[in-house]
Structure formats: C-alpha cells, structure tokens
C-alpha cells in the first residue's frame, strides 16, 4: 500500500506563498535557512527587512529563511513554498552535534553527505537509499568564500535524526566508526529534496553546539563561540556577490 501510495498517487500541493508582490524581495535565488532565535534577533539589529520570518537587504539575491520549528518536515514544508517563488538554491546555517575528542564548540562543518535517519526523504527519493548528498556546486561556492575570508572549517558526514531523544551511545559509536561526525535534524531531507527537484540545490554548514565523546553528551548551545559563528557566517554570505 505504501508503495502505491508513492509510486501512483503522488500529487504536487505545494501553495504559492501568501506574500504579496511589495513583501517578497524581487530577483532571489537563494535561502538560507536558520532556527536559532539569537541569529534572527541579529539579523533585526544588523537592519535586515523582515517580511513574516524572511530577511533581506536591497540588492541582495540572498534571502534568510527563520524556521519557527527544528526538523525535517517544517523544513521541507518551507522549501517547497519558497520554490514557487523560484528559490532554487537552499542552505542550511544551523547547529549540529559533533562526534568525536577532536572537535570543539563553534567548529564549522561543511556538509557533503548525509546518512537518512529521519521520515521526510522517503517522499522524495527511493526508500532504499541510505545516504545522500548535497550539491557540489553549492559546496565549492561556501567552500571558497570562506577559504577567503579565512574561516577555517570540516568536511562533515552528518546524521540526519528526527527522534534526538532516542539516540543511544551504542549508534553513536558505530556511526563514527563508519565516518559519520555530527548530528542533525534536517540536512538529508534537504538533500533529498534537491535530488527530487533536478533544478534544485541544497547544501549545509554548520556550528558545533554539542559534542558526543567517550559516552558523554556535552551541550553548548548558549556559548558565545556558537553565536558568534553563526553571526559571522552570516555577515560573509550576505556578502557573496553573486550566487
């Protein structure tokens, strides 16, 4: 039945958004999408238009995408309305845990692959696929920026959970065993998305908030080396030229 509820009877319900002409910023391309209160409080000091969650400066392509809820489902939900306002760049700037001795609070990951371990991709790629990437294209672009500007980041491995509460120490361990180095809740389904829509690009960075190690669990999602990473991160894309 699951199948051919999939397969067969798939229907496009994505709405348009209810932004009027005047509220949605002309000529953009690219979201970046956030869930962090602090980054969006930034963003309201730092003179950034706020139209009902959405950010943007005159003359920027760039648009921030504030996320009210953290997740895999709330997001895609968001990316799917901003496609109909021909977005076809997607990032996500958030939090992640890291696994590992060697990482610290505010290290920055650049995502190239995620391992599926949430419920949104299946609606949009084959159930039998574990693990998917994000776009090349778009990781080269943060890549370089912020090579340029000195920023000093990972290659990340992310799994992607919708059930944080769940995880064990046992998957944990096994998970780093095969590569895996922080957590997230969103960025598979993201990537999933953008194999879904071949004209879509998706990628994600991001900050060190906590940290597995030795079956240990050690939050930070308050320390000002986070925010300030995710405030700088933000002050360098807003800055790309073109996208």
Known sequence: MKNIIKDKYKIN?????????KEFPQNVNTAVLFYSDKLMNYLRKSKFTEKRNIFFKENSNVIFCYIQAPGAPYTIIKCDELRKKNIKKFIILGMSAAIGEKYDFGDIFLIKKSLIGEGTSQNYIDENIDIVNSSIFLNNKLADFMKKDEIYFKDGFAWTTDCPLRETFEEINILEKKGVNCIDMECSALFSFGEHFKDIECSAVFVTSDI????IWNPGFSKKIVIEKLQYLTDCIININSW
């Not at 319900?13 to 002409?21: H, L």
């Not at 597995?212 to 079956?215: C, D, E, G, I, K």
């Open 212 to 215: 597995f190690y030795n079956n």
């Open 13 to 21: 319900t994505a709405v348009d958004f209810s932004y009027s002409k």
